[in-house]
């Protein structure tokens, strides 16, 4: 939903910036490169700690690098394939950084095995969910589903509840509950998107399958003739 409906937005407020670094000379690689580093250094520095605020504040000085890079290809006239295999394998890099950052927050000093298994079983169907999308595209199918939690909503739901679970830390009682909160929204909506992602491919497969099917057929009955 977000990526369908805030992409726009972002990509006029971010395309000045992205004309910005293209006239430094700077690279969309090197930006995702970046981006990618400043958002694992963000979350497996602070979170691991109980650091909420600032990791997130980290994090989301970096994580827009993810929208930035794509743009300033686009700008460039420079869309590769390789472009786009790195700015996904790098989400799954940042992705993993980030709820591996709440589970071992919780596996030490936070100390809930719970919520330890749900911030892992986030990181994992996150990842999950994505290969289904490029597994399914590399079969030749059109996987022409989104789900209702992408990785967008993953971040933008996990980091603002843990962005405002900091405050916990400047006297503010109570808001900590924020992110396990988020956490098993983002852990349900997962294993939903999952799901609705496995029936897609099953179904697209099926009709692709039934399609080849009676092309055959079609063959067959014009060789006969
Ligand atoms: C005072 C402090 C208060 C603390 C409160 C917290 C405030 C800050 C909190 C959070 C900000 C979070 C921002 C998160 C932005 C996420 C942007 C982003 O990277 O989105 C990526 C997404 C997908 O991009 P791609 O197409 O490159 O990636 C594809 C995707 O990964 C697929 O995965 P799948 O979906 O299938 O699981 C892969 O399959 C595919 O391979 C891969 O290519 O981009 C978008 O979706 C675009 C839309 C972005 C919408 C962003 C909305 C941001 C909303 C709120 C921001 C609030 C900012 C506040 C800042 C405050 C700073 C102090
Ligand atoms: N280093 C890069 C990064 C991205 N691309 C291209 O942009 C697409 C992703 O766009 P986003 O707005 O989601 O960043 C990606 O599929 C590539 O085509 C690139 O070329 N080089
Ligand atoms: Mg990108
Ligand atoms: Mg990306």
Redesign the pocket.
């Known amino acids: 939903m977000?990526?369908k409906?805030?992409?726009a937005?972002?990509t006029r407020v971010l395309t000045p910036f992205a004309a910005f670094l293209i006239r430094r000379g700077v690279s969309p690689d090197t930006v995702t490169l970046l981006g990618t580093a400043g958002v694992v250094a963000g979350a497996l520095v602070f979170f691991p700690r109980g650091e909420f605020?600032w990791g997130?504040?980290v994090?989301?000085?970096f994580?827009?690098?993810?929208?930035v890079?794509?743009n300033m290809a686009r700008q460039l006239g420079r869309t590769s394939r390789w472009g786009?295999f790195l700015?996904?394998t790098l989400?799954?890099v940042?992705?993993g950084a980030i709820f591996g950052g709440f589970a071992l927050w919780y596996a030490g000093n936070g100390n809930n095995n719970v919520l330890c298994a749900v911030s892992i079983f986030c990181l994992a169907s996150?990842q999950v969910?994505?290969?289904?999308?490029?597994r399914g595209e590399s079969i030749g199918l059109p996987v022409a589903v989104?789900?209702l939690?992408?990785?967008?909503?993953?971040?933008?739901i996990s980091?603002?509840?843990?962005?405002?679970a900091?405050?916990h830390k400047f006297g503010v009682p109570g808001i900590q509950i924020l992110l396990p909160i988020a956490l098993w929204v983002v852990a349900v909506g997962s294993l939903v998107?999952l799901i609705q992602?496995v029936v897609t491919v099953r179904r697209e497969s099926a009709e692709a399958e039934a399609a080849a099917e009676r092309e055959k057929a079609s063959h067959g009955s014009e060789a006969a003739q």
């Open positions: 977000l990526n409906y805030a992409r937005f972002f605020f997130t504040i994090i989301t000085l994580v827009f690098s993810d929208l890079d794509g786009a700015d996904s989400d799954r940042a992705d996150g969910v994505s290969y289904t999308k490029a989104n789900g939690v992408e990785r967008a909503e993953r971040l933008v980091l603002v509840a843990a962005g405002l900091g405050f998107t992602r």
